[in-house]
């Protein structure tokens, strides 16, 4: 997933130095943008113990970005940087920032991504996503998705992806979101995937994040 995501194993897209600036409808969200937000709010959740991230980037450079329809109306748009982090904006209707529902960071967890070998684990990871909870790092997550019912309903997603290599390809993502309260108000998140690339290829992936402020965020094009 990654490589595809990112176009590793080749030479970075330079931004030409006379490439017209275009601003995207989503906070200027786009390829090859460079991101700062403020992390506030993070770094504060992390002195209450949110585990979300260890290190975070001064930056983000937006490698790749994905839409899928949700149906009723509902988009989700995810904008994939380097450092293995992401950010996923919710809207409805059309692609503004006055329909947006909310903005999510991630980062993943890279050390515990696993190719899964079989369908047999396919079919249990998927059980297990099911479950009320979920244990991970040392800590207990809640499903989000039908919360009151015995088993959950896995989500499924088919996310058009395009890199700033210009490769285009299709994403299935069959997840499961979870919170877990922290200190002080805030919750943390765990998106649990499993990503079909096609060709028998599926990835168990986790990320943890939080929400954040979309007017937090300030983006320019990046230089590299």
């Known amino acids: 997933m990654f490589k595809k995501l990112f176009g590793l194993g080749k030479d970075k897209l330079k931004t030409p130095e006379k490439q017209q600036y ?24 992390l002195q209450l113990g949110l585990s979300l ?7 983000v450079i937006i490698e790749a970005k994905s839409h899928a329809e949700l149906g009723m109306g509902s988009h989700l748009k995810r904008f994939y940087g380097d450092d293995d982090v992401f950010f996923q904006v919710n809207y409805t209707g059309s692609e503004d920032e006055s329909n947006i529902d909310d903005v999510l960071f991630f980062s993943y967890r890279t050390d515990k991504t696993t190719v899964l070998s079989s369908q047999v684990e396919v079919d249990n990871w998927a059980s297990k996503l099911k479950m009320h909870t979920i244990e991970f790092e040392g800590q207990t997550f809640a499903r989000v998705f039908d919360s009151e019912e015995e088993f959950g309903t896995l989500a499924e997603v088919t ?13 299935t993502n069959t997840f499961m979101l979870f919170r877990r309260d922290v200190d002080g108000g805030s919750e943390e998140l765990l998106l649990v995937c499993l ?20 007017t937090s ?6 230089s590299i």
């Open 195 to 214: 990503e079909d690339e096609g060709d028998d290829c599926v990835t168990l992936s986790f990320a943890v994040g939080c929400s954040i402020n979309g």
């Open 22 to 45: 275009h601003r995207e409808p989503l906070f200027d969200l786009g390829l090859g943008k460079l991101v700062h937000f403020d992390k506030t709010d993070i770094e504060f959740n």
């Open 217 to 222: 965020i300030s983006v320019s094009m990046a």
């Open 53 to 59: 991230v260890s290190v975070l980037p001064e930056h």
């Open 159 to 171: 996310e058009s992806v395009i890199n700033r290599e210009g490769t285009k390809y299709q994403l």
